[in-house]
């Protein structure tokens, strides 16, 4: 009998196994349906031996000083600033929108004093900021939003940027500066030793079992467990009660070039008509050398595994729907990027766990205890499937 069954070996599955069973010093159960730890945080060696990042490019970044604490227990961290090139008119432009896009873009030698000016005068005023289009026409105006905005998220998400919340482009912020980092969070890093084996020194305490290529469908009749962490999607655990919850989802082409080099950065963006959204060229983010390169090209997809929740209004309406349903069930939390429906970052995701670990700590007594006060009682609460 295991005290709790977690549903996913991603960051929420593995930070909430590892406090629970150091913690509180309970049985965990772990299981994946994938065959690997770490959830679409995943890398590994390709058959050239270069570290790849199955699911796409993972980069480290936070202000939360507390995760990246948690995190430094099981890795020490390679530094890393991402730099994104994105590929507009046959230029390779910085990505944010910075004062060199411009300058390069339009042939111009603007300042940062003129260039606030220059946003002006092309950006268009919009009364109330609701849509991923509003967000950057009223920052940068029409040209910048078709060249860099538009084709690219109606490729990444199948809808209009008009069609998606706000929150989707306002994820990349528009500069006045020269400062050409994609994150300027106060924590970048890439974990020295990869991913998959921060996951390992996660999961590696005696008080946690890790069972892969599990589907909880199959494991929840065999294995004994009292209380459930559910970090798969929400609608699935709820067999689509209320109707499926739109996941957007991508196809990776990985491939090894026989080239030291392909591209002057990790990412390059590809806005325009190819039907790839952006090449990761994993060297940059690792520092590893080798003689060949490995590079993947994501291809979005409304089939497949779920990896992006589209943040639309009718969206977070049919979820409300399973939150409401997630809050009513006994013994069981939901967490992580899937189980609540939120287009979060890994160290949001760490976060969040964390923050449900307190919550178990304040409100659920610890098995342990229980346990032997119930035996004293001949009576065993909790759950018994
Ligand atoms: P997941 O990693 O999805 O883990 C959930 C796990 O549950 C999966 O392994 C799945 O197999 C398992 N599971 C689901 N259902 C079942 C079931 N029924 N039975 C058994 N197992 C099940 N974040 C960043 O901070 N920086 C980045 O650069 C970044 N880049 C990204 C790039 C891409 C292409 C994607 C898709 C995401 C990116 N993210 C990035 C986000 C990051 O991947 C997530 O925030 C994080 O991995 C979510 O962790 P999680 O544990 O919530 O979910
Ligand atoms: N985006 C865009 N062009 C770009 C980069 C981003 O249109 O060159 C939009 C697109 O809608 C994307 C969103 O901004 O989905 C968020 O970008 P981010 O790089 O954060 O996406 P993620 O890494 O999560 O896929």
Known sequence: MFDWLVVGAGFAGATLAERLARVRGERVLVID????????????????????????????????RAVFDYLSEFTRWRRYEHRVLANVDGKLLPIPINLDTVNQLYGLRL????????????????????????????QVGRDLYEKFFRGYTRKQWGLDPSQLDRSVTARVPVRLDRDDRYFTDQFQFMPRDGY???????????????????DFRSARNKAEFRRLIWTGPVDEFFQYRYGKLPYRSLRFKHKTLNQVRLQPVAVVNYPGDTPYTRVTEYKHLTGQVHPQTSITYEYPSAEGDPYYPIPRSENQALYKKYEAL???????????????????????????????????????????????????????PGRHP
Not at 34 to 51: E, F, M, Q, S, T
Not at 117 to 127: L, T
Not at 196 to 214: A, C, D, N, W
Not at 331 to 336: L, R
Request: aromatic letters at 10%.
């Open 33 to 64: 349906r994938r065959p690997h730890v770490g959830g679409n945080a995943y890398d590994c060696r390709d058959a050239a031996g270069i570290l790849i990042h199955r699911y796409g490019p993972h980069i480290f970044h936070t202000n939360s």
């Open 326 to 380: 997630a809050d009513g069930t006994a013994d069981t939390w939901f967490v992580g990027r899937l189980a609540t429906y939120r287009y979060y970052n890994m160290d949001q995701v760490v976060g969040q766990a964390l923050a449900t670990f307190r919550r178990i700590e304040e409100t659920t007594p610890r098995w342990v205890g229980m346990q032997r006060l119930a035996t004293a009682s001949q009576e065993l």
């Open 111 to 138: 300042t940062s004093d003129c260039l606030k000016q220059w946003f002006a005068s092309r950006a268009e005023p919009v009364e109330n900021i609701r849509t991923s289009e509003d967000v950057v026409i009223s």
């Open 196 to 214: 998959t084996r921060l996951f390992e020194r996660m999961l590696s305490h005696p008080g946690i079992t890790v069972k892969l290529s599990t």
